[in-house]
């Protein structure tokens, strides 16, 4: 399972983003790899759950101490962040994205992305490419986002997305 989570950090470090949303951040695995791969981004790490909240925080004490990292127990729909505020999203392993239509959830995400900036969805499931990555693919693309971009092995899917202008 350690594979999805590089897959996440290389897409979105690739760009050297300076801010960086992670939807669904659980106990904070790919924050932690982001935060020491890129060193200079500040982050933030949503999830619904306390428990992960609580388990992440733990894990990335020092980070979240020094200000570079910020975590909030919520639901992307409920996202309070400023306008324009974030360089990529990630969201690894969450489902909304293409068991929903996630309308809410994809207007949060186009309202707090920078001009420029995009979604990364990583996706680690026994059989990504004939079930996930279409559906995924169709949500996105119904909320007005362009594909830019489609990253897989085996189990292993990402997609790419750029929200509409």
Not at 77 to 83: G, I, K, Q
């Amino acid at each position: 399972m350690e594979d999805r989570h590089e897959l996440a950090v290389g897409l979105v470090a690739a760009r050297e983003p300076a801010a960086v949303l992670e939807v669904g951040c659980g106990p904070g695995a790919t924050m932690a790899r982001l935060a020491g791969r890129l060193p200079r981004a500040r982050f933030v790490g949503i999830d619904r759950s306390a428990t992960a909240i609580a388990r992440a925080t733990a894990r990335l004490g020092e980070v979240v101490g020094s200000g570079r990292v910020e975590l909030r127990q919520c639901a992307l729909a409920d996202l309070d962040v400023p306008d324009a505020s974030v360089d990529a999203a990630l969201a690894v392993d969450v489902n909304l994205f293409w068991t929903s239509a996630a309308v809410s959830e994809l207007a949060a995400l186009r309202r707090v992305l920078r001009p420029g900036g995009v979604l990364h969805l990583v996706f680690h499931t026994p059989a990504p490419g004939p079930r996930v990555l279409p559906r995924a693919g169709r949500t996105l693309e119904r909320g007005g986002w362009r594909v830019t971009g489609v990253a897989g092995h085996g189990a292993l899917a990402a997609l790419t997305a750029a929200p509409p202008a």
